[in-house]
């Protein structure tokens, strides 16, 4: 049983750089598996924002791709994202998630994470 586990500040400042980690156990993420960060602003939609592949390659969002950036760690079996230049519009439950390829649809998924940015 895969499971993720979002971490991470829940209160960013206007302007900051927000980042989150996932912690992946029951399987690694050097796979051939899709990781990826995906989020929900307050009553919208789920938005996907990037994956970073087994192979390390990473691709994003269009509409992100200029603030988003993951990476990971292989020796702790994580991945991490970065977002820049946040705005009070990127306050969201973010979640990490293996997914089915770039996108939204998942088979595993960490049970998201509350950031709020504001100052």
């Known amino acids: 049983q895969v499971q993720l586990q979002e971490s991470g500040p829940g209160l960013v400042k206007p302007s900051q750089t927000l980042s989150l980690t996932c912690t992946v156990s029951?399987?690694?993420?050097?796979?051939?598996?899709?990781w990826s960060w995906i989020r929900q602003p307050p009553g919208k939609g789920l938005e996907w924002m990037g994956t970073?592949?087994?192979?390390?390659?990473?691709y994003y969002s269009p509409s992100l791709k200029s603030r988003t950036s993951i990476s990971r760690d292989t020796s702790k079996n994580q991945f991490t994202l970065q977002l820049s230049s946040v705005t009070p519009e990127d306050t969201a439950v973010y979640y990490c998630?293996?997914?089915?390829?770039?996108?939204?649809?998942?088979?595993?998924r960490g049970q998201g994470t509350q950031v709020t940015v504001s100052s």
């Open positions: 029951g399987g690694s993420i050097t796979t051939n598996y899709y």
């Open positions: 970073i592949v087994w192979s390390g390659v990473t």
């Open positions: 998630a293996r997914t089915k390829g770039l996108g939204v649809l998942y088979d595993y």
